[in-house]
């Protein structure tokens, strides 16, 4: 359903596709995050972290480990252990030969020699997340769990780790199929599964069966900045980060069949 929604009538949320620019002959080292774990790349979800503007490499490592330990603690990835954590570290030389800003979507194009250094060590898709240490802009590409696409990570827009962990956790979410839920934001997308019905009668076949006396699960006004569209909760992570702590029983059920979790 996600795919005759999403890929059949083309919607993107922000219409990213990954740009890039002629490769060099340059091999960039895409390290396993988690040393200590045997990581596997085939039939895994590889989240591949890679800096910007980070003045050393320790602290891009503290910054994606609790970006990672929040995410382990977030339903229903607490559930999910199938997970390829991947680090690349640039240096500031490899950056500006790697990196080119735009001022379209996506905001940064990505050289084509890392594109496929990424895709040559994992050997299937990814989500190339790029944490911009002094950056305010985050985006991500509404996807698939299965498809490679690009997250946007800015850490300024953040007020805390905190913060900065939830906002991921949004960004993320867009990567695997999740809409926004916001109201007052500019539409940057249609309505769509599995979170933002375009009608009453669209939601009731979506998440009816969560309507239930005692559920946080309703028929909500506004979302893809829309008040016409309607939303399953009030607050979610794809709503407002800085007050939501999950993503709501509606989005978490979405998750957890696009991630094949048993339930």
């Not at 596709?17 to 979800?45: D, H, M, N, Q, R």
């Not at 939303?231 to 069949?257: C, Q």
Request: aromatic letters at 12%.
């Amino acid at each position: 359903m996600l795919k005759s929604k999403i890929i059949s009538k083309g919607i993107i949320f922000l219409l990213f596709i990954l740009l890039f620019f002629p490769a060099s002959c340059s091999t960039y080292e895409i390290k396993p995050f988690e040393k200590s774990a045997a990581v596997k790349s085939e039939g895994v979800l590889n989240l591949v972290f890679c800096s910007l503007n980070y003045p050393d490499s320790g602290i891009f490592e503290e910054d994606v480990k609790s970006i990672v330990q929040r995410l382990k603690k977030a339903s229903p990835f607490d559930e999910f252990s199938n997970f390829g954590f991947w680090q690349v570290f640039l240096s500031r030389k490899e950056e500006n030969e790697v990196f080119k800003p735009t001022q379209a979507f996506p905001p940064l194009k990505v050289r084509k020699d890392l594109l496929m250094d990424i895709s040559a060590k994992l050997k299937g898709g990814y989500k190339l997340i790029i944490v911009d240490a002094s950056g305010s802009v985050s985006c991500a590409e509404l996807s698939l769990p299965e498809k490679t696409s690009l997250i946007i990570l800015g850490k300024n827009r953040y007020k805390d780790a905190n913060s900065f962990a939830r906002g991921f956790l949004h960004e993320l979410g867009h990567s695997l199929g999740l809409r926004d839920e916001c109201v007052d934001c500019a539409q940057l997308s249609p309505s769509g599964y599995p979170n933002c019905a375009s009608s009453r009668k669209e939601a009731e076949e979506w998440w009816g069966d969560l309507v239930k006396e005692g559920s946080s699960v309703n028929y909500i006004s506004g979302c893809c900045g829309n008040r016409d569209y309607i939303r399953p909760t009030a607050i979610s992570l794809m709503n407002d980060t800085d007050k939501a702590e999950d993503f709501g029983p509606v989005n978490e059920r979405y998750l957890k069949k696009a991630l094949g979790i048993t339930y």
